[in-house]
């Protein structure tokens, strides 16, 4: 029977990787359903994998088996329970590795660090280091807030498609944390636009009033992440901002570049 381009290709990429192809499939299957939104059928998995339908079904029931995917009532298949371990250590960790340069971070801008992941629908802090000015703000680290209202937020939420945008705003609503929040989908597409444009992201007083925040996202980071700064609107002003966004940008991509050299040696 020929071998499909798809199956040759990873077979050829496990041989140079010294893997386990089975192995490799079954995390590529977790996180195409992860992209998928947490739920899918056989058939999708097998177009998009580019695998066939044994091989998969043979796959999907090792990890129900484990108790990382279970199958639903509908027979399609979600991601399971065992997940959120695997998940949320991973996201402690992640924060301890990025503590050195928020750190940094608060050493030349005088501000707040933070680090936060998208996770579903929700931005979860993971990591800060708080400002040494007797007037700060503090995040609890594990806390999980809107992405509307966010500079971390907004700079995550600018790399993905407006159509997901405005599927993930319809799921969460977008209440209004402060008079200044924005609370449509259009305003938040045009602020998306406008991140895009600088560079960088802005929460002015979006989430609670008195507080400027600016945020870029960790390029190439495993898991959606971004970097952020916050502090009093008196001291993060428009002449600050010109000053503080290069080094936002410059921690992130040396935190990436870490990040991706940590996955390298793993």
Known sequence: ???????????????????????????????????????????????????????????????????????????????????????????????????????????????????????????VYVAQVPSKHSMRMFTEVGRRVLPHSTGVGKALLAHIPPEEVRALLARTGMPAATEKTITTPEGFLDALEQVRRAGYAVDDNEQEIGVRCLAVSVPNSPTAAAVSISGPAGRVTEEATEKIVPILQEVARDLSTALASTAAQG
């Open 1 to 123: 029977m020929p071998t499909s381009s798809a199956s040759t290709t990873d077979a050829a990429k496990t041989a140079n990787s010294g893997g386990v192809q089975s192995l490799e499939r079954a995390f590529d299957l977790l996180e195409r359903m992860a992209d998928a939104g947490g739920e899918v059928g056989l058939s999708e998995l097998s177009v998009s994998s580019g695998l066939p339908l044994p091989t998969i079904h043979r796959l999907m029931r090792t990890l129900v088996a484990c108790g990382y995917v279970r199958q639903q009532p509908n027979r399609r298949y979600a991601l399971g329970p065992r997940l959120i371990r695997l998940g949320e250590s991973a996201s402690r960790l992640l924060g301890t590795w990025a503590r050195p340069y928020l750190a940094r971070l608060v050493e030349e801008t005088g501000e707040t660090a933070n680090m936060a992941l998208l996770d579903g629908d929700e931005i």
